[in-house]
């Protein structure tokens, strides 16, 4: 299966900045997400990010809040825009493998973001 | 909404005790149901999956599952756990309408007292 590696791993930023997490795959992959996984809550998608168009939004996050990049088959950032102590959270990259894996999703290991 | 509901936020089990994880998904048409574990420190990775075929699926490290299409659901279980089964478990399900989104229960977090 692909190898992911998020950076920063994790970070503490203040009110109002904005913050880029970075998700590098090892293969080319078809499919890549950003997820979200609260305190105490469980991993909700935010998007899809495509290769060459625009991500595809989930209900509940837009593009403003949340823009994301994908420039090639390898490579995708995911931007916190404009932060707030309620996005304190950790974020995750994640590819979906087709084949004998048909379908299974490999994860990265997370940035855990911090707000003041 | 589709959704994933995990019974247990948490459970404290001795070695060699047995292991239920119940999972319940709502979501009318066919789904490829998941378990994924996230050990202490790790990445969260795949425990085992249902596609189709036999509803009892064996995963890694002696766990299985058994999907119950009339009740909506896909426990988790380990006759028989050990300390290194102290991680968190998430139940997933992914609609198959051809699309990846997967749904991801609350997770359940296993202690397991040596």
């Known amino acids: 299966s692909a190898v992911i590696s998020q950076k920063p791993s994790r970070d503490i930023c203040q009110r109002g900045t904005s913050l880029t997490i970075q998700c590098q795959v090892d293969s080319q992959v078809t499919m890549m997400f950003w997820y979200r996984q609260q305190p105490g809550q469980s991993l909700t998608l935010i998007a899809t990010?495509?290769?060459?168009?625009?991500?595809?939004?989930e209900s509940g996050f837009v593009i403003d809040k949340f823009p994301i990049s994908r420039p090639n088959l390898t490579f995708s950032t995911l931007t916190v825009s404009n932060m707030s102590p309620e996005d304190s959270s950790i974020y995750l990259c994640?590819?979906?493998?087709?084949?004998?894996?048909?379908?299974?999703?490999?994860f990265g290991a997370g940035s855990r973001l911090t707000v003041l | 909404a589709q959704s994933v509901s995990q019974h247990n936020h948490h459970v404290i089990l001795s070695e060699a005790a047995s292991l239920e994880l119940g999972c319940n998904y709502s979501?009318?048409?066919?789904?490829?149901l998941f378990w994924y574990v996230q050990y202490p420190g790790q990445h969260l990775q795949l425990l085992l999956k249902?596609?189709?075929?036999?509803?009892l699926v064996k995963g890694i490290k002696g766990f299985e599952a058994e999907f119950i299409k009339s009740k909506f659901s896909f426990n988790l279980r380990k006759p028989s756990v050990q300390w290194s089964d102290t991680a968190e478990y998430f139940c997933?399900?992914?609609?198959?309408?051809?699309?990846?989104?997967?749904?991801f229960g609350a997770g359940t977090r296993l202690f397991v007292k040596a």
């Open positions: 249902y596609f189709s075929g036999d509803p």
């Open positions: 994640s590819v979906a493998s087709r084949g004998a894996g048909a379908n299974v999703l490999t």
């Open positions: 997933a399900v992914r609609p198959n309408t051809g699309g990846f989104k997967t749904i």
């Open positions: 979501y009318g048409g066919t789904v490829n």
């Open positions: 990010a495509n290769q060459g168009s625009e991500a595809t939004y």
